[in-house]
T-cell receptor, first 116, second 119 residues
Framework: AQSVSQHNHHVILSEAASLELGCNYS??????LFWYVQYPGQHLQLLLK??????LVKGIKGFEAEFIKSKFSFNLRKPSVQWSDTAEYFC??????????????FGKGTKLSVIP | NAGVTQTPKFRVLKTGQSMTLLCAQD?????MYWYRQDPGMGLRLIHY???????AKGEVPDGYNVSRLKKQNFLLGLESAAPSQTSVYFC??????????????????FGPGTRLTVL
C-alpha cells in the first residue's frame, strides 16, 4: 500500500516569504500526485495535480510543485506568500493502475500560518 | 451546478444512536468517497464506490455502512454511534481518467463537510 509523508506539521511565515512544503510518497509504481488546500472552516480544494509530462506543474494562486521521481517527492512551492494563503495543505497520491487506483492516500497535512 | 452537497452540516448524537449522512453530486461522477478528518490525522478513507450499486471498504470502515442506490447519491450510516466517531466527515466524488468505471480516479471534488459529535 502507498503512503505519504509531509515533513512539516506547522509552518509559520511572514508575508512575502517564500514557501516550500515537502511531500514524499512510498509506492513502487507509477502514481498520480495532488496537492489540496483547506482554508479555515472550508472543504478541500484542488491546488494542482501531476499525471505525466513536465514535472514542474503550476496550479492556482501562484503555487507550483515539482515531481522528482528519483526522490519520490512532490514538493509544493510559492515564491511569495500572502496572508490569504493561511490554510492547511495536503499532499495526496493515487496509483496509476491496478488495485488501489481509485483510492487517494493523503498525507497528514501541513498547517501554514502567514503573519501579516 | 451545486457540485457535492452534504446533509446535515452539524449533528450531535448520543452513544448508541444511529444516523445517516447523505452525499449528493450533480457532476455525473462515477466514483464517490466518504472520509473522516481528525486533527493531526489528515483524511482517512472510510468507504468508497466505483459505481451505482457497488461499495468497497477503505482504511477505517469499522462502525460504518454505506449504500449507493443511485449514481448521484452516496449514503454513510452509523448504526450505533460511539464517541470515537466524533469527527468531521467529508464526501467526495471524481471522474475516472478514461471515463469508465474501472479506470483510475481523477481529481476528487469535496463536499462542505458534516461535523458530528457523539456524546
Amino acid at each position: 500500500a502507498q503512503s505519504v509523508s509531509q515533513h512539516n506539521h506547522h509552518v509559520i511565515l511572514s508575508e512575502a516569504a517564500s514557501l516550500e512544503l515537502g511531500c514524499n510518497y512510498s509506492y513502487g509504481g507509477t502514481v498520480n500526485l495532488f496537492w489540496y488546500v483547506q482554508y479555515p472552516g472550508q472543504h478541500l480544494q484542488l491546488l494542482l495535480k501531476y499525471f505525466s509530462g513536465d514535472p514542474l506543474v503550476k496550479g492556482i494562486k501562484g503555487f507550483e510543485a515539482e515531481f522528482i521521481k528519483s526522490k519520490f517527492s512532490f514538493n509544493l512551492r510559492k515564491p511569495s506568500v500572502q496572508w490569504s494563503d493561511t490554510a492547511e495543505y495536503f499532499c495526496a497520491v493515487i496509483p496509476y493502475s491496478g488495485a488501489g487506483s481509485y483510492q487517494l492516500t493523503f498525507g497528514k497535512g501541513t498547517k501554514l500560518s502567514v503573519i501579516p | 451546478n451545486a457540485g457535492v452537497t452534504q446533509t446535515p452540516k452539524f449533528r450531535v448524537l448520543k452513544t448508541g444512536q444511529s444516523m445517516t449522512l447523505l452525499c449528493a453530486q450533480d457532476m455525473n461522477h462515477e466514483y464517490m468517497y466518504w472520509y473522516r478528518q481528525d486533527p493531526g490525522m489528515g483524511l482517512r478513507l472510510i468507504h468508497y464506490s466505483v459505481g451505482e450499486g457497488t461499495t468497497a471498504k477503505g482504511e477505517v470502515p469499522d462502525g460504518y455502512n454505506v449504500s449507493r442506490l443511485k449514481k448521484q447519491n452516496f449514503l454513510l450510516g452509523l448504526e450505533s454511534a460511539a464517541p470515537s466517531q466524533t469527527s468531521v466527515y467529508f464526501c467526495a466524488s471524481s471522474y475516472s481518467i478514461q471515463g469508465t468505471s474501472g479506470s483510475p480516479a481523477d481529481t476528487q471534488y469535496f463536499g462542505p463537510g458534516t461535523r458530528l459529535t457523539v456524546l
